[in-house]
């Protein structure tokens, strides 16, 4: 599944850099190409780790430990496959541009954001 995720965050940045093609349906097709393919993994991945179970005869209380287990390590390794490669590919782009700081906007985004979390919080 990380080969995957690598391959279409590739796909996305090159289709970024050269620019969308097509009419507006293959563009919601291309936009929305990542979420996608994010979506079948998680729903596929845990389909596939029932089978695997079933294939291995564990007592129940094992199988369902196992499964989780594995679910869960699926979901942070795609979670952290995805994250590295954003996180390279923004790199790169911000080493290749000129880095502006906006202090005085951050501060106000990030107080704001934190004004409506605290919010959210008291209403809940």
């Known amino acids: ?11 996305a940045e090159e289709r970024n850099t050269n620019g969308f093609s097509g009419n507006a349906a293959q563009k919601f097709i291309e ?7 994010m979506a079948v993994l998680k729903l596929v991945g845990p389909l596939i780790f ?13 199988a369902l430990t196992l499964t989780l287990l594995r679910t869960m390590v699926l979901y942070l390794g795609n979670l952290g496959v ?12 911000s080493c290749i541009g000129f ?19 605290w919010i959210g919080m008291f209403f809940c």
């Open 31 to 37: 936009e929305f190409e990542l979420p996608f393919v």
């Open 99 to 117: 880095a502006e700081f906006q202090v005085a906007v951050s501060v106000l985004d990030l107080v704001y954001g934190q004004g409506l979390v």
């Open 1 to 11: 599944s990380a080969a995957i995720i690598y391959l279409f965050v590739q796909r």
């Open 50 to 62: 029932e089978q695997l179970v079933k294939m291995e005869k564990w007592h129940p209380r094992t």
């Open 82 to 93: 995805l994250t590295v490669t954003l996180l390279v590919k923004e790199t790169k782009q």
